[in-house]
């Protein structure tokens, strides 16, 4: 029938149309755990009776550029610690390093540093969280699967951690605005 074209109110050539952003592409180029420990303090020990576990997960991230051209290579830091409730005793000490190599173009300079800090350990969380759900099952304990983390609340809280730590402390303990 007829185009369908959407009227702005202006008389200037090209005012309404979109602007062409770049179109981002990401690829995984490669992914592997750099490092990884398990350590079943309750079997070096010995834990008598009925056990109530607490996991404490601490996560960190780092990037990286490598040589190549666009392509960096992304850390995620899992140290996993579960304790027994009543007493505190280590039952087991999980550190896992896995890191995901990534060819990313398209991503605006300053969109960088969030973008391999919040998307790239999106897509490389589901290989992490099979691995410690197999190494605690193979360490003699019921497997541990990790709730799905929110890298962007992470990010957040990182950027306002250090927002404070930059701010001037005056003598009596409280920050100059």
Sequence with gaps: MSDDTT???TDQPGAGQPQAQPQVTQRILG???RDMSFENVMAQKGVSGEV???IQV???LDAKKRSQENTYEVITKFTITSKTK???ETL????LEYSGIFRIEGVPEQQLHPYLLIECPRQ???FVRRIVSDVTRDGGFPPLNLEQIDFLQ???QEIARRVQEQKPATSNGTAEA
């Design 7 to 9: 009227n702005t109110g």
């Design 92 to 95: 087991f000490l999980l550190e």
């Design 52 to 54: 109530q576990p607490e």
């Design 58 to 60: 601490q996560v960190n």
């Design 154 to 156: 992470l990010y957040r």
């Design 124 to 126: 490389t969380f589901p």
């Design 31 to 33: 992914q592997f755990v």
């Design 86 to 88: 009543d007493k505190g």
